[in-house]
């Protein structure tokens, strides 16, 4: 790859990794084959991009052969063609293509929204799982914490993972989300019960992990008092659930699947669950939620003007959740 290209993909680099950490290796990953696949044809220079040659890729990442020989699976084409469309729409703002943005033409089909796969776990599957730390060690008390947040929260992996001491306030009952999905911001409610095992953490087990000569501030800390890895989270929720001896692995997003259906179940309209996620859309709000028939009938007599609407979250939480 040129060295245009090098300096292209490093201020996008730049501007992209803060608005979606998690999901930033994806986009580097595709963006990156196609500039290798510009300059395999001579395009050495974004400069150069002409709607010939943005077309020919669409054409060949459909159907021609993946890394393994295989085609790709159409979901995987509708990934990488939206993540290289966002990629020229940037890089056309920032004056890098002479002829516009050669993508623009494109028509891309929504792929449709899917939940999360398989069944979410029950309230009392997540209660085993709560009950397996150790809350007599520094690590179990942290774990513990850890899944309460994620399922108390429904925070996303990489939300809970850049908490930082300055975003709780537990005197106030929330917590500060400071770099969602997308690059924004909200304010969760911290509940009594989360509120307790959080303070207990940092009053007894945090100190106990931070190391003195070089301070972090993110809440939670691994062994060697840095910041905990997102990934991390992730073997510690599929650890806890085969220990509580759940019949699968239950994943953080499977946490906060729950978190939102469960709320939806003990009485919360769709509107504020969308809120305490984060959601700028309802309808990625909807395909959160497992509702059966019954729960539907409840919400629409709630929510419509000749029923009864009742405000849980707001309740219970006052006005944290407006944020």
């Known amino acids: 790859m040129t060295d245009v290209w090098n300096e292209l993909l490093a201020l996008y680099d730049q501007w992209k990794r803060p608005r979606a950490p998690a999901s930033f290796p994806i986009y580097r990953r595709w963006i990156q084959h196609f500039s290798d696949y510009c300059c395999d044809r001579g395009v050495l220079e974004p400069s150069g991009l002409t709607g010939h040659l943005v077309d020919a890729y669409r054409q060949d990442l459909a159907w021609g052969p ?18 290289v469309r966002s990629f020229l729409e940037w890089a056309d703002k920032q004056g890098y293509l002479l002829q516009g943005n050669p993508t623009q033409h494109w028509v891309l089909h929504a792929a449709p929204r899917v939940g999360v796969r398989g069944p979410i776990p029950t309230a009392e599957e997540v209660q085993r799982m709560l009950e397996v730390p150790d809350l007599s060690t520094p690590l179990g008390l942290r774990d513990r914490a850890l899944l309460e947040v994620l399922y108390g929260t429904a925070l996303r992996r990489h939300e809970a993972n850049q908490l930082d001491l300055d975003d709780l306030d537990l005197a106030a009952g929330y917590l500060r989300v400071k770099r969602g999905k997308g690059g924004g911001s909200r304010l969760v409610p911290v509940c009594a019960n989360l509120a307790e095992i959080l303070e207990r953490y940092l009053e007894e087990s945090r100190p106990r992990l931070a190391r003195p000569d070089r301070p972090d501030k993110a809440i939670f800390l691994g062994r060697r008092g840095r ?80 029923g009864e609407r009742q405000s849980f979250l707001s309740s219970v939480f006052g006005q944290a959740t407006s944020a």
């Open 66 to 83: 993946s890394v393994n020989g295989t085609l790709y699976a159409p979901g995987t084409v509708d990934q990488c063609l939206r993540v």
């Open 227 to 306: 910041r905990l890895e997102a990934q991390w989270m992730r073997r510690a929720t599929v650890h806890y659930s085969q220990q509580a001896g759940l019949n699968r692995p239950i994943l953080p997003h499977m946490l906060r699947h729950a978190c939102a259906t469960h709320l939806i179940e003990g009485g919360a309209d769709l509107a504020e669950v969308q809120a305490l996620l984060g959601h700028r859309h309802l309808d990625a709000t909807v395909v959160y939620v497992q509702l059966l028939p019954d729960q539907l009938l409840d919400e629409h007599q709630r929510c419509h003007p000749r």
